[in-house]
């Protein structure tokens, strides 16, 4: 590729220069586990909304539109006032988990609207409302709520009617990797006129409270202009603002002793430039011009329909004049992000796809987050700091003292990770960030890559072979995906550069390895080959609250558990058969995980310690979970979710010539097979080809997968018209319910909201609709119709609708997924069903966010409003359907 931002990219494999600075401050670091040092582990009161512009954080900063270098050391952000708020806009605003009916829940309005790989170009859009933020309205109303009342959000309280808001978009442009341009847009979009005040922020991370005698960086105000910043590890930094006649404000980023602990002391602390401006306090900020915070205060009065800028630039070296070519470069980097779009969407005619695109692509981009986190540090205390409370390993994490991101390395970056969300996810979850890395791929392998071998760093991953899930507990399980993950981004990655890098491909395979040990060892307690795992990222999708012990001390044999393992098991197995292109002896290794997927197959069909059936039940032909009770009989839990639609993602197709290509491979698969004709019996028709001459591997036979699939393209049980929900629709009218020892256990067909607390409020695998395990299930029909071709068809939807191959129901499935966020005849998306801003105000119509799941029969967004982590798979949907593209995994 010859456009500027392909060369950034293709330049930063080997130099992390144009990664140096980028979007890396989160939108929330407090309310985190990470800041969290209280006995009792409540970590959304121990710093709360409320202190945080008064507490200095510990591992990291938060702050809006903000922009950082790779370890967090110089920050750059915005913060706003109306003028009749009660604080500075510096953070965006939430509920925390006991605060919002449905759980945490950020309660402002802001888009991602673009941005490349190099962050050499970033757009945010904030919309802030003339009158007084209703902080207190979005709180008190939401907890009058039930569970089974929708959310109150900002929207719904008045405050943007009539346009009286401000638009404020903040661009990011570095005309090199140190240095960087922030431009602050401001337009009333008002009838009237109305005043802002506008305070472009750069400070320090503290590092410096923690232990006595650490080095302290210094901002002071600089007479030849702006202000200098001298940092003891980045060295001199040079900040400027054009509004020249704009008074620069000067505070310390450490903690209000006197707000925070009742005991006052002098100085310029954290919230000093807040109480400056907001509560008229002048001796809250340094006279002397100098701390380690510090703000131009610009204060404007906008016309209607206004537009107003403020311009900005950080830098290593001085210059005399730090705006003369500041429009051109910021005209050029804008440039520079079209002419890579053009490139990456060659072949998507629809200017609304690739709208959704590149939005999609800009929140994924806009949520890589520097993260810090020193568990044992965490535990034991800073040698600067009172001790923390005693036990508090045993509340959480106690058995992840060995692992530490951020600033490990002082010879490179800090930690830079793909978070789900930048508000209500600011942190890693190790299913999440799988899929994640799979969409990265799409536009910057190498950090897709980057990200796989960081979960399978020894700080990281247990020295048992677990992977940490997320902070709130690292000991959770999420589901073995990394495997497909990686295989995913490597064939990706081939396929744009033409070069396979077997060497990533080995590292990551060597520790899966580890991790399906700790899967076969910790997960399948009974030894059958059946798995457990609790709640495994479906959250409440079962019956019962899997934190807590199960009915009658049972073990539950869970068919997702069953089906992730098995799926894990191929994902190895076709890695192996990867690698032997560069060793054979990977041939061996290949052997094991197709044996070891006989098994699970056997148990999931078979005999249960000999004496029961698997989880396949032949009546109903679905797949459930079994109860198993000592000295009572095993009990299979008639719920129709998503996980019996799971086994299906445990699927492989074999090309033709794997004979000739592995020989051993496919001589002992077949000695195995033939020695065992019961085992070959139950996974698929192994030894006959299909119509291309492949081989095929699965959990589910042809007449198993029809039956299955007949459930899920079933509009009145599985198929929404965005989706694939992932409980059945038969549960509004028949719900599920378990009783046991006099307790009930019940569960129904939620479509939206959760009415349950499993979980927390937000996490309702209840009837919604997830992009995640829909993508996945679109991959691999994709697949299956590699062997099957037209030998398989079935009518979409199964009452009565038009037969399509196992191809066309995975296009049409992802055409379904798509039209969540794509303009409808009437020009509206569906994902914003009943939001009146989205259906009247003309400047939300090419705004798009991307939820963390949407309604079962309207399409809703629900959840985290801004989840582009795994919602960003739809800019793959979008890729793959507009240019035609097979699964990575296509082995024609």
């Not at 405050?159 to 404020?168: K, P």
């Not at 044992?376 to 923390?388: E, M, V």
Request: glycine letters at 8%.
């Amino acid at each position: 590729m010859t456009d500027s931002e392909h060369q950034r990219v293709a330049a930063m494999h080997g130099d992390r220069a144009w990664r140096c600075w980028g979007p890396y401050l989160s939108e929330r670091q407090w309310g985190t586990v990470r800041e969290d040092y209280s006995a009792d582990g409540n970590a959304w009161d121990y710093v709360s909304h409320d202190h945080a512009r008064s507490r200095a954080y510990r591992w990291s900063e938060d702050g809006l539109a903000g922009f950082s270098d790779d370890r967090q050391l110089i920050c750059m952000a915005l913060a706003l006032w109306n003028g009749n708020d009660p604080i500075l806009k510096e953070r965006l605003y939430g509920l925390t988990n006991a605060e919002g009916n449905h759980g945490e829940d950020v309660k402002e309005l802001y888009w991602y609207t673009d941005g490349v790989p190099s962050h050499a170009s970033m757009r945010m859009l904030y919309k802030y409302p003339h009158a007084a933020f209703p902080y207190d309205a979005l709180k008190t109303i939401n907890a009058a709520r039930g569970l089974d009342e929708r959310e109150y959000e900002v929207g719904d309280t008045g405050v943007f009617n009539g346009g009286r808001y401000f638009d404020v978009t903040v661009d990011y442009a570095k005309a090199s990797p140190t240095d960087v341009l922030m431009q602050i847009s401001v337009t009333n979009r008002g009838p009237d006129a109305a005043a802002i005040h506008v305070l472009p922020h750069v400070w320090c991370r503290n590092t410096w409270s923690w232990e006595d005698g650490a080095p302290r960086p210094i901002l002071q105000a600089d007479p030849a202009g702006g202000l200098s910043l001298g940092h003891p590890i980045l060295g001199q930094y040079h900040w400027y603002c054009d509004a020249t006649d704009a008074p620069l404000l000067f505070c310390e980023n450490e903690t209000n002793p006197g707000r925070i602990f009742g005991t006052p002391k002098p100085g310029w602390w954290k919230d000093g430039i807040n109480d400056a401006v907001v509560s008229g306090h002048a001796d809250a900020v340094n006279p002397a011009q100098m701390g380690t915070k510090a703000a131009a205060h610009v204060t404007m009065t906008l016309a209607p329909g206004e537009t107003r800028l403020v311009r900005v630039r950080l830098r290593a070296e001085p210059v005399a004049t730090p705006f003369a070519d500041f429009d051109t470069i910021i005209a050029q980097r804008q440039a520079d992000a079209d002419a890579f779009y053009a490139i990456l969407q060659r072949g998507i005619a629809d200017a609304d796809m690739r709208l959704v695109q590149r939005q999609a692509l800009a929140g994924m981009l806009w949520s890589k987050q520097f993260y810090g986190y020193d568990v044992w540090r965490w535990l034991t205390g800073d040698p600067g700091q009172p001790a923390p409370p005693a036990g508090r390993g045993k509340v959480r994490n106690g058995g992840w003292q060995h692992l530490a991101t951020g600033n490990v390395d002082p010879t490179s970056g800090g930690d830079i990770m793909s978070m789900p969300d930048a508000w209500e996810y600011p942190w890693f979850a190790a299913w999440d960030l799988a899929f994640q890395a799979v969409t990265f791929a799409l536009i910057d392998a190498q950090f897709a890559k980057a990200q796989m071998l960081l979960l399978t760093q020894p700080r990281m991953m247990h020295p048992n072979g677990q992977m940490p899930a997320y902070e709130w507990n690292f000991s959770d399980v999420n589901p073995p995906v990394h495997a497909w993950a990686a295989l995913r981004i490597f064939t990706m990655d081939r396929k744009a550069t033409g070069i396979a890098d077997y060497d990533f491909l080995r590292r990551v395979f060597q520790k899966l390895l580890l991790n399906f040990t700790w899967w076969v060892n910790r997960e399948d307690a009974e030894g059958n080959n059946l798995f457990e795992g609790g709640f495994l990222g479906l959250d409440n999708i079962g019956v019962f609250d899997m934190r807590q012990p199960l009915p009658g001390g049972g073990t539950l044999e869970q068919t997702d558990g069953t089906a992730w393992a098995a799926m894990f098991a191929l994902g190895l197995m076709r890695i192996a058969i990867e690698l032997t292109s560069v060793d054979p002896g990977y041939e061996d290794m290949a052997s094991k995980f197709f044996e070891h997927f006989i098994y699970i197959a056997d148990a999931i069909h078979g005999q249960v310690d000999g004496s029961a059936l698997g989880l396949w039940d032949e009546q109903d032909q679905f797949y459930y979970n079994m109860l198993l009770i000592p000295d009572v009989a095993p009990e299979k839990l008639r719920i129709r979710s998503i996980a019996g639609l799971l086994p299906i993602l445990a699927s492989a197709v074999l090309p033709l010539d794997f004979d000739r290509n592995l020989p051993s491979f496919a001589a002992r698969a077949r000695w195995f097979l033939t020695h065992r004709p019961d085992y070959a019996a139950l996974v698929s028709d192994w030894d006959t080809p299909g119509p291309n001459g492949h081989r095929l591997l699965s959990l589910v036979r042809k007449h198993r997968l029809n039956a299955v699939l007949t459930r899920m393209l079933d509009e009145g049980e599985f198929l929404s018209p965005h989706g694939i929900r992932s409980v059945s629709k038969t549960h509004l009218a028949n719900p599920y319910l378990f009783e046991y020892a006099g307790e009930q256990f019940s569960l129904k067909y939620e479509p939206g909201e959760g009415e349950t607390r499993i979980y927390g409020g937000n996490s309702n695998w209840r009837g919604p609709v997830w992009m995640p395990v829909n993508y996945l299930l679109i991959e691999v029909l994709r697949e299956l119709d590699d062997f099957y071709g037209d030998q398989f068809s079935m009518p979409v939807p199964t009452d009565g609708g038009t037969a399509m191959t196992l191809r066309g129901i995975a296009d049409t499935l992802s055409g379904r997924l798509q039209s969540l966020f794509l303009k409808d005849a009437k020009g509206a998306r569906p994902y914003t069903a009943d939001d009146p801003l989205a259906a009247h105000d003309p400047a939300f119509a090419d705004l798009v966010q991307f939820n963390e799941y949407f309604h079962g029969d309207t399409g809703r967004g629900l959840g985290a409003s801004h989840q582009t982590g795994w919602t960003g798979l739809v800019a793959l949907l979008i890729d793959q359907n507009a240019k035609d593209q097979s699964p990575c995994h296509n082995p024609q």
